[in-house]
């Protein structure tokens, strides 16, 4: 064979071509509209945060009361537990659940309250008069049954995260701690309120902002023995950055609002259960 021999590929020059730079108009012109964008929100912000920091909590109107919650009002993007204080005291907890969920705004949302079929075959469903004499208009109600729990719980968050009610209200007998948070998150994303009412022997770890206790209380009647307010012994068992306390509730089923009709609270029963 002949000799080998080094055969080097031709060399071919490569010209990278810059990119042009933009004219100095275009970049004037950039230049002033993120300007202005930044000045837009500038604007929106305040406006912003000043509308969110007024939905942030929902007072009761009762001055006793409101001062044992953070910000003088319930948090509205948290989770909220109501329950009896006997099996036979749920229809008052659902009556006082109602109220509350009615003061929630705008009223040109909806209410949604999810329970399985089970809790709604122990204890009936909304009565649309009795709704009304609590101020909560039947119209603005959306009942949704499921077969188990699980569902029910589902339903509730996906309801929170479409951010398409005022309130979100369920009936839930077992609750874990785990799905509590995941609740109490989906609440807080969504800047919505979820209210839930346990039973009576209910008292496991939660994620929940506040637990009430709530009893039946002797209801105000008129000269035909009517009756015009709804009475309540509700009990702030828990409340994250808040003071428990005892109060007895009426509703004036004429003006839809609530009044203290005797504070039962003792300041020492308050520090005792605060230091918890």
Known sequence: MGSARNIEPDRVPITVASMPSPPAAVLGQNRARRAAIVDELRRRLPRMESAAAATRALPFGLATLDAHLPQGGLTVGALHEIAPQTPADTPAAFGFLAALLARFMPPSRPLLLVATSRAFADHGRPHGHGLSRL????????????????????????????AVPAAVAGMIAR??????????????AAGLPLVLLRPAQAGEASAAATRWRVGAAEAARDRFGLITRAGWKVTLERCRNGRPGEWLVEFDHAAYRFSLAAALADPAFSRRAGSR
């Open 135 to 162: 101020g909560f208009d039947p119209a603005r109600l959306i009942l949704v049954e499921t077969r188990a729990e699980k569902q029910a719980l589902w339903a509730m968050e996906e309801a929170l995260r479409s």
């Open 175 to 188: 609750l874990d701690l785990k799905s509590s948070q995941r609740l109490h998150l989906a609440a807080g």
